[in-house]
């Protein structure tokens, strides 16, 4: 899986997984709103996070060390990150053979503004993270540090999103059923909203049979 992405789905398990701060009836949706903080504490409870890198031109691990400065904005999630990468392998080919050439470590950070956007029937985020500004911290490597920050600027990166577990209740001789589908996702200043739309269905329960002795 793409490192970037599992990160991002960890964090957006976190927050779904957080209580929801408010919740109201609005026409056929229900609307959900997850303040800024909750985010920046779901990802602080995350971090550090280690992948391996497995690209056509870098080997080897990368760390999401920091994700600071979090802002959210209308549309748009900006924040800086802080990466380094570990016991990193550049790939080059040369007369058709390739060649490994050991790096080490280096660390970069960058600042970053992502925007998203989200397709209903499929239920997928896509997000589309663009680095606004870059510090490295080996200067001596900035070559690498670039491989590694196009791992995410300008990359649409897709993320599935999982059924939301239905709710059931049962009233005796019926069985209430309610389903989640997200209807629309949208970035707030200082908030995330989800819209959300229930769809309620009813079985019939079973009775057990009883039996005279």
């Known amino acids: 899986m793409n490192p970037i992405k599992q990160i991002i789905l960890t964090l957006l398990y976190l927050i779904f997984a957080t209580p929801l701060a408010h919740a ?114 080996n200067s001596g490597k900035a070559d690498i540090a670039s491989a590694l920050i196009l791992l995410f600027d300008n990359q649409e990166i897709p993320l599935r999103l999982e059924k939301l577990q239905p709710i059931l209740a049962d009233t005796g001789s019926k069985t209430l059923t309610v389903s989640m589908h997200i209807a629309a996702i949208q970035v707030l200043p200082k908030s995330l909203q989800l819209y959300i739309t229930p769809r309620i269905g009813v079985n019939k329960t079973k009775k057990a049979a009883v039996t005279s002795r």
């Open 24 to 137: 109201e009836q609005q026409q056929a949706h229900i609307g959900m709103n997850l303040p800024q903080s909750i985010i920046k504490e779901a990802i602080e409870k995350t971090l550090p996070l280690s992948f391996k890198i497995d690209s056509d031109t870098l080997l080897g691990s990368l760390s999401i060390d920091r994700i600071e400065n979090l802002q959210l904005k209308k549309n748009i999630i900006s924040s800086r990150i802080s990466i380094s990468g570990h016991e990193l392998d550049l790939v080059t080919n040369i007369a058709g053979h390739d060649l490994r050439v050991k790096i080490g470590s280096l660390s970069v950070s960058f600042q970053c503004d992502t925007t998203i956007r989200f397709d209903r029937k499929s239920q997928t985020i896509y997000l589309r993270p663009t680095v606004t500004e870059v510090q490295p911290g």
